[in-house]
T-cell receptor, first 112, second 115 residues
């Protein structure tokens, strides 16, 4: 069966450290993989998109990697701040221009 | 453009009643999606439109759910004969379509509570 798994429900880290979130998938052939941030009671906000032929993408303090052999994406936030505390969702678009399928998310707490 | 708007933000209804939600997407976006999200879960796909055509509907979607997008602009999602299990956040998103891939812009959602 098809699955998207994000490594943990919750992750606590100290301010200033690098947060690393993991997204693994099974039985998909994603053309794209995306990361979103969601705050309580709000809709997800798009952060980054990485294509199947790209290994890494950066945006300010954010970095995403995509390994189609391991079927895994890693999402890094460097120099984390309490304002980065939120739920981060991994989503993928399977081949064929299909709607995004989302993981359950990882709730990140950055402690000052 | 102010982004994706959803109305209402909150809806409390009695079991068995019908409810309708509205979504106004970003005007340049030709795709519109409906998702449902419950506590601790990621958004679950319901259906999507490209312009006014409904291209896909989740197999998990009950016949009590129907969506429209007349004229390819705003969209409505109707739930008939609501059940307590329908209680969730209903999210609308819009995007462009094309070979390069685009992020979705989500609205703030409509929180439905069925009592």
């Amino acid at each position: 069966s098809q699955k998207i798994e994000q490594n943990s429900e919750a992750l606590n880290i100290q301010e200033g450290k690098t947060a690393t979130l993991t997204c693994n998938y099974t039985n998909y052939s994603p053309a794209y993989l995306q990361w979103y941030r969601q705050d309580p009671g709000r809709g997800p906000v798009f952060l980054l998109l990485i294509r199947e032929n790209e290994k890494e993408k950066r945006k300010e303090r954010l970095k995403v990697t995509f390994d189609t052999t391991l079927k895994q994406s890693l999402f890094h936030i460097t120099a984390s701040q309490p304002a980065d505390s939120a739920t981060y969702l991994c989503a993928l678009e399977d081949s064929g221009n299909t709607p995004l399928v989302f993981g359950k998310g990882t709730r990140l707490s950055v402690i000052a | 453009d102010t982004g994706v708007s959803q109305d209402p933000r909150h809806k409390i209804t009695k079991r068995g009643q019908n409810v309708t939600f509205r979504c106004d997407p970003i005007s340049e976006h030709n795709r519109l999606y409906w998702y449902r999200q419950t506590l601790g879960q990621g958004p679950e796909f319901l259906t999507y439109f490209q312009n006014e055509a409904q291209l896909e509907k989740s197999r998990l979607l009950s016949d009590r759910f129907s969506a429209e997008r007349p004229k390819g602009s705003f969209s409505t999602l109707e739930i008939q004969r609501t059940e307590q299990g329908d209680s969730a956040m209903y999210l609308c998103a819009s995007s462009l379509s094309g070979p390069h891939g685009y992020g979705y812009t989500f609205g703030s959602g409509t929180r439905l509570t069925v009592v």
